[in-house]
């Protein structure tokens, strides 16, 4: 590993000397002559860049006379301007539309969270975030970028190994929706069964989506199921997709963990190397098209313990890429064709629990050793968005049809049948399950600028399809032959499992190919009854296919108090349909109860099983929302609080399994030939309360240097109010949402999580001080003992310096602490010292990162 290094540092030695030409100073403001705070201002084709301070000042260093310099600000158009040999050159922005339903005007501090919003969002400048700090997918950017955002990578829990679940407000990872230039992302067709988060739920699989193909990402921190639908219970997450021109940009990133407790691995283990580039073009009079390629790998990672069911616990190996793009031709005067999309594919092995040798699992003709199986992956992931905006009669139109895919095939590999014994193949193709979306919408949206102080109106319709699959794999991965007895060394005979171990594949009788449609329309208002005071109302109606409809309203308001303080407050309602893999995900295996052959079910939602015992049809989540914050922004601080409250009923979950010897129920199961089964049902109702803290301050330490210090925190509590059952399960609640259950769910977000940071940027340099804070965490193991994970600080550092005008060298450390939750025993979640919490179970990260704007 240390020889992906080493050019790095010989390459940043020799070329060190090597500086700017030039400064140019001026002042960024708005139209109304205010200055702006934390405008990004970068010479193009290079790395150098800087931002505006509280007075809208900035000095740039440029490289050439001719240079052209561009000034981007979040809500506002982005200005390019030739420098023409000048050393003062002072910028007026134009406010503009951000996305679609939601429009920032006015000032706003540090680009970091829009104090004058009516919501509380965050705005994130991934190409900032990128260039200073070490994680390199779009998950864990966001795990330390923003307050209530969590994301941990699993290990041993099937699926979850290979896309990792992700939520907002310690909600579920379905319970967030995700658009790209504001349009609705498909989800990914994995639905989580094990791992310590989002438990039967689906989510977005973000890491789909290159960081280098994304401008900024905005995460709406509040309710908004009235203006996009199902899912936006916890809030949104939009991802902007770059514009740039004649301009190329790319990135070689390496890094790897210690490899700590690693048997296999001395100094190093989880090797990453990703490399990206980006490049866009003009096309006629004000067209572009970008084009975004990226390739990543990633290695095992193992911290093994003798104590350990599992001779392999850690990351998976994978590697993954992909090619996005954004394009938009203008049409005549007014009207413009755009069209957005890409595709990804990620191969990944991840290694299950071991089997012994001996066992009635192994074949100790195949594996005298025993072995680790393991559990491989293709997933293929598909989007392309084509749509038509213009202006019809003074109303801003667009007419647009998004369509995506992602499909998740299963192999084993380096496992076994057992109940073939020796005859057993090896490696087996599990099958698997893939999800598509269509989504096609017609927005209008106008501005009454002589309305009270202006008024802004838009409605819209949308038609959405979606169908989910499951395919079988070949017979030997999912089969039991036998019943084929084995005699364990207590001298008890037993009969070999059927299927691959590690996963058993789908068979014929989980074989799944079901759609539904819905449609929709809304109304949405934002009024500006005064300079000081402006409120929204939105109101939303859905009809599904499968369940029926649904209506939900929003009310925001913003008072402002005085210069750079101001109250804001929201009430909605929400809802989120159930997911088609929470409604159709099924798997079944067969095990051998004394000679006879009995299925344990994963059951659909309409399974005979499922009806016999009660579990009604899935419906609907309904929420409630409500939000207040407080914002103040003035020269050099900027500061949000934010307060909410989300009341959840019906929220769907996995139970736990029902067993065919139970004295109630046993008899259903034993006449359906079931020996246990366990079902998605809208079993529970949570509160969630929290608070979201945003500080910010800028300041200079002379006319090139600069820094931001920046703090955030979130503060999440969240209750199980009332576990609802079947009328034939009643009494049973425990095993129906067990407290081991109740614990993974309550756990989504620790109970606070802290961020400092302190940023520098000056004379070529820049550097990166990270301090993230995760506090306690308690969970149940298996065997029903509690595990305690004590709080955790993780620092993060790094340096940075331009060894030319076109490239920028960084290089540092990820929890370079080298922090660990705390141990626990074998049982946990994922068979290792470690349940997937906190900052994780992998330690210090080191990496070097060269980026080339050209």
């Given at each position: 590993?240390?020889?992906?290094?080493?050019?790095?540092?010989?390459?940043?030695?020799?070329?060190?000397?090597?500086?700017?030409?030039?400064?140019?100073?001026?002042?960024?403001?708005?139209?109304?002559?205010?200055?702006?705070?934390?405008?990004?201002?970068?010479?193009?084709?290079?790395?150098?860049?800087?931002?505006?301070?509280w007075?809208?000042?900035y000095?740039?260093?440029f490289?050439?006379?001719?240079?052209?310099?561009?000034?981007?600000?979040?809500?506002?158009?982005?200005?390019?301007a030739?420098?023409?040999?000048?050393?003062?050159?002072?910028?007026?922005?134009?406010?503009?539309?951000?996305?679609?339903?939601?429009?920032?005007?006015?000032?706003?501090?540090?680009?970091?969270?829009?104090?004058?919003?009516?919501?509380?969002?965050?705005?994130?400048?991934?190409?900032?975030?990128?260039?200073?700090?070490?994680?390199?997918?779009?998950?864990?950017?966001?795990?330390?970028?923003?307050?209530?955002?969590?994301?941990?990578?699993q290990?041993?829990?099937?699926?979850s190994?290979?896309?990792?679940?992700?939520?907002?407000?310690?909600l579920?990872?379905?319970?967030?929706?995700?658009?790209?230039n504001?349009?609705?992302?498909?989800?990914?067709?994995?639905?989580?069964?094990?791992?310590?988060?989002?438990?039967?739920?689906?989510?977005?699989?973000?890491?789909?989506?290159?960081?280098?193909?994304?401008?900024?990402?905005?995460?709406?921190?509040?309710?908004?199921?009235?203006?996009?639908?199902?899912?936006?219970?916890?809030?949104?997450?939009?991802?902007?997709?770059?514009?740039?021109?004649?301009?190329?940009?790319?990135?070689?990133?390496?890094?790897?963990?210690?490899?700590?407790?690693?048997?296999?691995?001395?100094?190093?283990?989880?090797?990453?190397?990703?490399?990206?580039?980006?490049?866009g073009?003009?096309?006629?009079?004000?067209?572009?098209?970008?084009?975004?390629?990226?390739?990543?790998?990633?290695?095992?990672?193992?911290?093994?313990?003798?104590?350990?069911?599992?001779?392999?616990?850690?990351?998976?190996?994978?590697?993954?890429?992909?090619?996005?793009?954004?394009?938009?031709?203008?049409?005549?005067?007014?009207?413009?064709?755009?069209?957005?999309?890409?595709?990804?594919?990620?191969?990944?092995?991840?290694?299950?629990?071991?089997?012994?040798a001996?066992?009635?699992?192994?074949?100790?003709?195949?594996?005298?050793?025993?072995?680790?199986?393991?559990?491989?992956?293709?997933?293929?992931?598909?989007?392309?968005?084509?749509?038509?905006?213009g202006?019809?009669?003074?109303?801003?139109?667009?007419?647009?049809?998004?369509?995506?895919?992602?499909?998740?095939?299963?192999?084993?590999?380096?496992?076994?049948?057992?109940?073939?014994?020796?005859?057993?193949?090896?490696?087996?193709?599990?099958?698997?399950?893939?999800?598509r979306?269509?989504?096609?919408?017609?927005?209008?949206?106008?501005?009454?600028?002589?309305?009270?102080?202006?008024?802004?109106?838009?409605?819209?319709?949308?038609?959405?399809?979606?169908?989910?699959?499951?395919?079988?794999?070949?017979?030997?991965?999912?089969?039991?032959?036998?019943?084929?007895?084995?005699?364990?060394?207590?001298?008890?005979?037993?009969?070999?499992?059927?299927?691959?171990?590690?996963?058993?594949?789908?068979?014929?009788?989980?074989?799944?190919?079901?759609?539904?449609?819905?449609?929709?329309?809304?109304?949405?208002?934002?009024f500006?009854?005064?300079?000081?005071?402006?409120?929204s109302?939105?109101?939303?109606?859905?009809?599904?296919?499968?369940?029926?409809?649904?209506?939900?309203?929003?009310?925001?308001?913003?008072?402002?108090?005085?210069?750079?303080?101001?109250?804001r407050?929201?009430?909605?309602?929400?809802?989120?349909?159930p997911?088609?893999?929470?409604?159709?995900?099924?798997?079944?295996?067969?095990?051998?109860?004394?000679g006879?052959?009995?299925?344990?079910?994963?059951?659909?939602?309409?399974?005979?099983?499922?009806?016999?015992?009660?579990?009604?049809?899935?419906?609907?989540?309904?929420?409630?929302?409500?939000?207040?914050?407080?914002?103040?922004?003035?020269?050099?601080?900027?500061?949000?609080?934010?307060?909410?409250?989300?009341?959840?009923?019906?929220?769907?979950?996995?139970?736990?399994?029902?067993?065919?010897?139970?004295?109630?129920?046993?008899?259903?199961?034993?006449?359906?030939?079931?020996?246990?089964?366990?079902?998605?049902?809208?079993?529970?109702?949570?509160?969630?309360?929290?608070?979201?803290?945003i500080?910010?301050?800028?300041?200079?330490?002379s006319?090139?240097?600069?820094?931001?210090?920046?703090?955030?925190?979130?503060?999440?509590?969240?209750?199980?109010?009332?576990?609802?059952?079947?009328?034939?399960?009643?009494?049973?609640?425990?095993?129906?949402?067990?407290n081991?259950?109740?614990l993974?769910?309550?756990?989504?977000?620790?109970?606070?999580?802290?961020?400092?940071?302190?940023?520098?940027?000056?004379?070529?340099?820049?550097?990166?001080?990270?301090?993230?804070?995760?506090?306690?965490?308690?969970?149940?193991?298996?065997?029903?003992?509690?595990?305690?994970?004590?709080?955790?600080?993780?620092?993060?550092?790094?340096?940075?310096?331009?060894?030319?005008?076109?490239?920028r060298?960084?290089?540092?450390?990820?929890?370079v602490?080298?922090?660990?939750?705390?141990k626990?025993?074998?049982?946990?979640?994922?068979?290792?010292?470690?349940?997937?919490?906190?900052?994780?179970?992998?330690?210090?990260?080191?990496?070097?990162?060269?980026?080339?704007?050209?």
């Amino acid at each position: 590993m240390k020889h992906l290094f080493t050019p790095f540092f010989l390459f940043f030695l020799a070329c060190g000397a090597l500086s700017a030409q030039g400064l140019v100073k001026g002042i960024v403001t708005d139209e109304s002559g205010e200055p702006l705070v934390g405008v990004t201002i970068y010479e193009r084709n290079t790395t150098n860049s800087t931002m505006s301070s509280w007075d809208g000042s900035y000095v740039l260093r440029f490289s050439r006379a001719d240079a052209q310099i561009v000034f981007a600000y979040t809500g506002y158009a982005t200005v390019e301007a030739p420098l023409d040999g000048r050393t003062e050159l002072n910028m007026q922005m134009r406010a503009g539309l951000l996305i679609e339903g939601l429009e920032i005007v006015g000032s706003r501090a540090l680009n970091r969270s829009v104090t004058n919003s009516l919501v509380p969002i965050d705005i994130l400048d991934v190409r900032q975030i990128a260039a200073t700090q070490g994680q390199l997918d779009v998950n864990q950017m966001l795990q330390y970028a923003a307050p209530s955002f969590n994301a941990n990578r699993q290990t041993g829990a099937d699926g979850s190994d290979h896309v990792d679940p992700a939520t907002l407000r310690g909600l579920g990872p379905d319970q967030t929706l995700v658009l790209i230039n504001g349009k609705r992302r498909h989800q990914s067709s994995l639905v989580n069964i094990y791992g310590t988060r989002g438990r039967g739920n689906t989510g977005t699989d973000l890491n789909a989506i290159p960081a280098a193909a994304i401008e900024r990402i905005e995460i709406l921190r509040d309710g908004a199921a009235a203006q996009y639908g199902s899912d936006a219970i916890a809030g949104v997450v939009n991802i902007v997709l770059k514009e740039t021109v004649n301009e190329f940009s790319g990135n070689v990133n390496v890094g790897a963990h210690l490899a700590q407790d690693n048997p296999d691995r001395s100094t190093f283990d989880g090797e990453n190397v990703q490399i990206n580039g980006n490049y866009g073009f003009r096309i006629g009079q004000g067209g572009f098209v970008n084009v975004t390629t990226d390739y990543w790998t990633r290695g095992h990672t193992n911290r093994f313990d003798p104590s350990l069911y599992r001779r392999q616990f850690g990351d998976a190996k994978g590697s993954n890429a992909g090619v996005y793009f954004n394009a938009a031709i203008p049409i005549g005067l007014e009207a413009s064709v755009y069209a957005f999309g890409g595709t990804n594919t990620r191969r990944t092995d991840a290694y299950a629990w071991s089997r012994d040798a001996g066992s009635a699992r192994n074949v100790d003709a195949l594996y005298p050793n025993g072995f680790d199986p393991i559990i491989a992956s293709d997933i293929a992931d598909r989007s392309l968005s084509v749509g038509v905006r213009g202006s019809l009669n003074n109303w801003k139109t667009d007419l647009n049809h998004t369509a995506g895919s992602n499909r998740f095939h299963y192999y084993g590999r380096g496992t076994v049948n057992a109940s073939l014994e020796e005859r057993s193949p090896t490696e087996f193709d599990d099958g698997g399950f893939q999800l598509r979306q269509h989504v096609s919408t017609l927005n209008f949206s106008r501005l009454f600028k002589n309305c009270l102080q202006g008024t802004n109106i838009a409605f819209g319709v949308e038609h959405r399809l979606e169908n989910y699959q499951i395919f079988a794999g070949e017979e030997a991965s999912w089969k039991t032959y036998g019943p084929v007895p084995f005699v364990t060394a207590d001298g008890d005979t037993v009969a070999r499992p059927g299927g691959a171990q590690g996963f058993p594949g789908f068979g014929p009788q989980n074989e799944v190919n079901q759609s539904r449609s819905n449609i929709a329309a809304y109304l949405d208002g934002e009024f500006k009854f005064t300079n000081a005071f402006t409120a929204s109302a939105a109101v939303r109606f859905e009809e599904y296919s499968d369940f029926g409809n649904t209506l939900n309203g929003k009310l925001a308001a913003r008072l402002r108090l005085a210069d750079g303080v101001a109250l804001r407050a929201s009430a909605g309602t929400g809802f989120r349909a159930p997911s088609l893999a929470q409604l159709y995900f099924n798997s079944v295996y067969t095990d051998f109860v004394s000679g006879m052959a009995v299925d344990k079910f994963l059951a659909k939602n309409n399974s005979p099983v499922a009806r016999a015992l009660g579990i009604e049809q899935l419906q609907q989540e309904t929420s409630v929302n409500l939000g207040a914050g407080l914002t103040y922004s003035r020269q050099r601080l900027s500061l949000s609080a934010d307060v909410y409250h989300i009341k959840i009923d019906d929220r769907i979950v996995l139970t736990g399994d029902f067993y065919n010897d139970d004295d109630q129920i046993g008899d259903v199961l034993r006449a359906l030939n079931v020996g246990s089964a366990r079902f998605f049902a809208n079993a529970i109702n949570t509160s969630t309360t929290g608070l979201d803290l945003i500080a910010a301050y800028s300041g200079r330490l002379s006319d090139e240097q600069r820094y931001t210090i920046t703090l955030t925190g979130n503060w999440n509590n969240m209750t199980i109010d009332k576990v609802n059952t079947s009328r034939l399960l009643l009494g049973k609640e425990d095993s129906y949402l067990s407290n081991r259950e109740k614990l993974f769910i309550l756990a989504s977000a620790p109970p606070l999580k802290g961020n400092l940071s302190f940023d520098f940027f000056g004379r070529g340099w820049g550097a990166n001080v990270r301090l993230t804070y995760f506090d306690k965490i308690e969970l149940e193991d298996y065997i029903g003992e509690m595990d305690v994970y004590d709080a955790r600080l993780s620092l993060d550092l790094s340096v940075s310096h331009n060894i030319t005008p076109g490239i920028r060298l960084t290089i540092g450390g990820a929890n370079v602490l080298n922090a660990y939750p705390t141990k626990q025993d074998a049982e946990t979640e994922g068979g290792g010292l470690y349940d997937a919490v906190q900052m994780g179970f992998n330690g210090t990260f080191l990496f070097s990162r060269l980026a080339f704007k050209f």
